[in-house]
């Protein structure tokens, strides 16, 4: 039996409702019904009948109120939100005070009072929640991760973390780009530019496999063509425990393809990782030789090994990374449904309060010259 | 409007099954609606069921016949042909004779008579014909055969495929192992083992991006634990024309992941490409820089850029490739319907039949000793 | 006819002694003559004897005094300083002063103010100064130098350069490692650690490459076993002319062998180098493969080619980068014997002040919490 | 105490001779004080001049009656013979009948039967030996070799070296260069080309690292341009005891700088090494994580660690693995010196005759159109 899904946002010439479209539907496992997919009834309509979609609406709200009516065994049971930002919150909010468990895009809400606020209906619903962070749905990702957290590492003394793109290094949204034009309009985007687009990746991958709680940041920011948002961003870090980082993002470095990537060094050992070569994990000890781990090898721990669909010699992509979170919130609610609450291997509202905090302070910092702050509460 | 899909053979614990499944429904295009799954009637109709199709038969022939009397609008309109090697031929060509169009795993057919025989039928009926070497599908492969076609690299002087592999370094097939199994047993693989395996895979891939005909090859096989197929494959090539070629794969090299490799030498360049980089390209010309072409990037060729669903930094792998395959494919088929008989980018009968000739050449040389041998005609 | 050459320290248990003499006696070009090699009268010339040297003195004041009266067909024409740091700048401006050419290990000082004295005894004495920072000798260096200088990236953006090290992951200066416990003692070396030992080279080869002088900093530094010196630093760098940087170095990293690394961003490319893989230069240009520049090749500016003394295919290494400062050295010196007063293509003691303006710069920052300071001037 | 060495050819402008005398310095155990560097006596002496040797002679026979006239405290104490090829043997033969030790250039004859004579030249007069195949001096070959024979890779299975080189593309030798005019001149350089130049080292480091003895082989060559020596190379393998193997050289693949590669296969592990990346051995193991091993590291065995210079950071090259050889043969002669016979690491006359067996037996092999012909024996 496959899972009943519905999106609102996502309409034809979005990318991000392509990749949601795509990820979903990788294992079979879930069937995409019904849409509320543009910001105009009649685009939207003809959107969800482009797609083959059973049931097409012409806005968020008339989607919720008529699913919400529907038998049981046919309404949507999860809805993916892949709106404009600042839609996540209401969107997502309204759908899960109905019930339906949620996919929300990244980043979370605006501001970290929104995404508290999304926490706490989130947890008084008791639906399961999917924040979309994809790259830590890599399989090497989640091998990382347990090996710091079971002490291969050692204690940690210093991360490093880099996300580096060039798409905006020419001045794109003057140029008629509309991904350029909204990402660098503080109006629509929010007052972080790649810090909230990018670096929000960056953070979450970096609490993801190290656990680690940010302390206090010193964010220094640029921006080229006169844009009122950052493009280009570097943090110094201070974690609880006394480990120190430094987190990088940029839209203006000239040729890169992107991350993120990161280095993670402990009293025992260093990781390092690449986004765009996801199926090789270094691993260095000292004084030993360096070691490759290899996406696929019966060596991993059990969630790399679940997270692969190929074995080795047959490389998988971004595709299979990003399956594997709608892969694993599909066995949530699979597991929900019968009553067990499982241990969730995928970022949610939680974490998207906790990068809101992050994206906020750094805001502040930078705001302030490049002051230390301590990052703000992202739990009550 | 989805073409309508049926598969005979890759019944529930066959990985082939699983991949053409996955790679046909990537671009959800293509609705999988019916099968006949496995050897046994029952075993066949579980599968069906399982995987949710619409229509689960007891074998291939009453596949055929049902859907051969359901209306147009309603049967299949092409099969996937994945069962054990010998029923290539034989189902392949009874849904060619009534109009069906045809993917096919690779090998084609147990020998080069049965593959020139399907290539009159295939001819004949006029149906579309898929061979399923997955591995021309990437679009940095699409790359290289545009880049040698348009004279990049001046005239071909020197050819090297490598595809190696580890997993029979142990003799599997003595533990119970049944991939392995089958796969060394001459009853059921035929003659040739690694060099049907993945030695086709390597030459079909030479000479999709080359386009050189191989005129005459001498060979020297090697194997293990007393098999009584070949399991490691070194072969010299002439080319017509004047190159000359290595090919070599093997499936006992230790911890080797898989490939195929290739470099290729012209008088005015060189490409070199590995399956485990599917990204990436390298271009060198003499005295120049080396260049490294990357997948996605607006400078690739049209084919290429076709072949592509991501932008860059975001890695493609494995299931974009072979999804290209039934891409294109589906193209096609839709492009007869209008009438359109276009150039088809995918592998196809005749592919299967070189491939073949290639494949019993190399057998009489290593029996032979090693002794050069003029390769035999596929064509006629 | 080759320079005369005396060495003051370096003793034989002495890495840096070993290192300067096999770097100036590889284009047999010096003849090490003379050397008071070590603290002590008797070691000292008990190494000059097992070194084979003509002449061993007790002491440097012995050796300047000594080698002072020889006539100027036997004295050495420059000496080379590989002391404690403390005596650099003793020993440097004693030489100087006597018209004696000198080639002074890293750091020049231990302080701004003591560099920037020597500055004027250099400059006054009208000898030639070579600081041996031995990295930026790499022809792949000067590459990257000569296409920032020659416009090929357009302006620079952001610069990331960092050097990691682990061999001070473990407290070896408690475990009777000698270069562990003087680098780690602040009476021996200075208030800085890591960031005068490694970090100095890092920024010295940020300013060599991109010409950039750093406006103000931020820096934050680590230490682990209760150690009075830094380990690792993160630096934050705002450029004159809105670049921005990030500049750090660690000698706790586990398992990393040593940088330093650089990626320097600019409006129309990207420039990338590795120390441990010297011989590649990564180029990006915006909608371009990805050009990798090698050593060797005659498409390089002159400097690199000059730099070069093997033809590709032959990698050269970390001694022939040395060897480049001490060749430019005595090219150097030996147009001035003739009167010319050429371009030095090597570090000299004004960019020894430099460095001493960001270490001092950057300890009061990170002494004061982690504030921006503005770099102090290094000219007057 | 340093050895006393002098040179027959290597004048002004040949590339071999300025690389024997950087590499015989390397370590200042070796002063080079006579010479007869050119063929006729005027360039020999100027040559002698300008090197600064202390004895200059007109020709290899007035060095030899000379030198061997001079008290033992005077007279060279080794001769490095690195004249064209044709005169190997009958310098070689002629310093070591009285009683010099020689270091001699590869190939070490034009013949089997010549390199047989020299043998026995060599075994009778009791001298030291040493062919310079330099590619086998570095400490990663020695490494690999010490796992090969210490069982770590298990029973070999397969063999694959390469070495690609590409200058030879367009057609030099007609365009007034030297090194190409005489490489494809068959009466200069013996009919064997690429084969003997390039061919020669990477079946010298497949036997040094594995210590396998070839049955028989099949060869196939290339020449472009009408020219009358190979300048590409393949060839199959067979070795005693059931391993197999490819061997492949070229002067004429676009845009390659050189080699040798090789990758080693066994029953319980592989090695890949490649010449251009000479500091990493790359040790894959079945179901385990590659390793990486790296230059100057602990982990490695005796003969890799003396063959190091610098600790891990700082790379080593061409240079060093070339001073290897000559360190070894230093430490040689002074053993023998004291009346030891040690163990010698390094390539000696036997290597050479079992090279010449080789280019002998490719040759026929080409020649007869691609046969499989048996090895001919070098020890008799």
Known sequence: MKLRMGMVGGGLDAMAGELHRRASALDSRVDFVAGALSSTPERSRAAAKAWGLARGYGSWREMLDAEAKLPATERIEFVTVVTPNHLHVPVSAAFAESGFHVACDKPIALSLQEAKQLCRVVEKSGIVFLLTHNYTGYPM???????????????????????????????????????????????????AGCLADIGSHAQHMMHTVTGLDIEALCADFGHLHGRKVDDDISILLRFRG?????????????????????????????????????????????????????????????????????????????????????????????????????????PTAIDGARTMAFIETALESNAAGGKWMRVKDHTH
Chains 1, 2, 3, 4 share one sequence.
């Open 141 to 191: 990702v989640k091998q990382a991760r347990h090996m710091v957290a079971s002490g291969e590492l050692g204690n940690l003394v210093k991360v490093v973390v880099d996300y580096p793109q060039g798409w905006l290094l020419q001045p794109l949204e003057q140029q008629g780009h509309k991904g350029a034009a909204w990402r660098t309009d503080p109006s629509k985007s929010g007052a």
């Open 242 to 346: 006394g480990a120190r980082g430094i987190l990088s993002a940029s839209q203006v470095m000239a040729g890169e393809e992107g991350g993120p990537n990161f280095r993670i060094y402990g009293t025992r050992g260093a990781l390092e990782w690449k986004q765009l070569e996801p199926e090789s994990l270094v691993f260095r000890q000292p004084g030993q030789p360096v070691r490759i781990l290899r996406r696929g090898e019966a060596y991993l721990c059990d969630a790399a090994k679940r997270a692969s669909r190929l074995p080795p010699g047959h490389p998988e992509g971004y595709f299979e990374a990003f399956g594997n979170l709608y892969r694993n919130f599909v066995d949530a609610i699979e597991a929900r449904r019968q009553g067990a609450r499982t241990e969730h291997d995928f």
